[in-house]
């Protein structure tokens, strides 16, 4: 199917650049770039991702992996739209590089039933994070140091804006990631996870929690809670947390950005975990 013009398909897709509400409303968000596009199709062969429709540009002779890319879209069941490159480039908010493939896929459902409950449970919570890029950044960490699961909870940014997707590097679309409303409903998850499993810490970062963070005990079931950029953790959850850690620094930083510590203390877990596994 050809898309020429600012038609009413072309118009849907570009909603869910930036209306929040429309992204919700259909189930729909774009994938943009090379790996994310890559990542999200072989994420429908593991975990179901569904992808709902496949734009690509309308040049004579794409590339190998464009080919690819539409072929095992459309045979996963997915619509193939050609559109023009000028189209095709807003979709990819894609300025100096001329995109050729646009993914439209269908968020996965806000279901706590998806976060996975493993022994070596390490689950990251945000606590109202207002920043995609940063929730992007940290669902790259939750995948690059053995995480098991992301909840973004509260008032929050949209983990599947684009800019979160990108930031990610397409690990928004393999963690299971889940939306819930308030501190309540994320600790009702962890009350079951604790039927299960026995002891699961819920460990709170601030640059003034009263342990270090190699002092704590990250090598069994955990549930890493940090809170908003700015504002930090919500009194709510400094109560349910069973500690707070802080990360030791120098110099005149404060304090370290929301991702930048998370990733801190998912490699610390990582790090313990591993030391466990070879008896040290």
Not at 171 to 183: E, K, W
């Amino acid at each position: 199917m050809r898309v020429t013009s600012r038609n009413a398909a072309f118009q849907q897709w570009e909603a869910l650049l930036g209306n929040r509400r429309k992204r919700h409303q259909l189930g729909r968000m774009l994938v943009q770039g090379v790996r994310p596009v890559t990542v999200a199709l072989d994420a429908v062969d593991r975990s179901g991702l569904v992808v709902d429709a496949v734009l690509h540009d309308d040049r004579p002779s794409p590339s190998q992996w464009a080919q690819d890319v539409v072929s095992r879209a459309v045979a996963s069941g997915a619509t193939a739209y050609e559109l023009s490159a000028e189209l095709l480039a807003e979709l990819a908010e894609q300025e100096q590089d001329r995109p050729e493939v646009v993914l439209v896929v269908v968020q996965p459902a806000d279901d706590v039933a998806r976060l996975p409950v493993p022994a070596d449970l390490l689950t990251v919570v945000l606590d109202r994070p207002s920043s995609p890029g940063n929730v992007g950044s940290i669902a790259r960490s939750v995948d690059a140091f053995g995480g098991t699961g992301l909840v973004v909870c509260g008032h929050a940014c949209d983990p599947y804006e684009p800019r979160a997707v990108r930031a990610s590097t397409g690990s928004a679309l393999t963690v299971p990631t889940v939306r819930l409303g308030s501190p309540r409903e994320v600790l009702a998850w962890v009350e079951a996870a604790r039927r299960d499993l026995g002891h699961v810490a819920v460990v709170g970062t601030d640059e003034h929690g009263e342990v270090e963070l190699a002092d704590a005990d990250l090598t069994g079931p955990t549930v890493v809670v940090t809170g908003n950029e700015t504002r930090g953790l919500s009194s709510a959850w400094r109560e349910a947390c069973d500690l707070v850690v802080h990360i030791p620094m120098t110099g005149t930083a404060s304090s370290l950005n929301a991702a930048n510590a998370t990733s801190v203390v998912l490699y610390e877990a990582a790090r313990q975990r591993r030391r466990v596994s070879r008896g040290g």
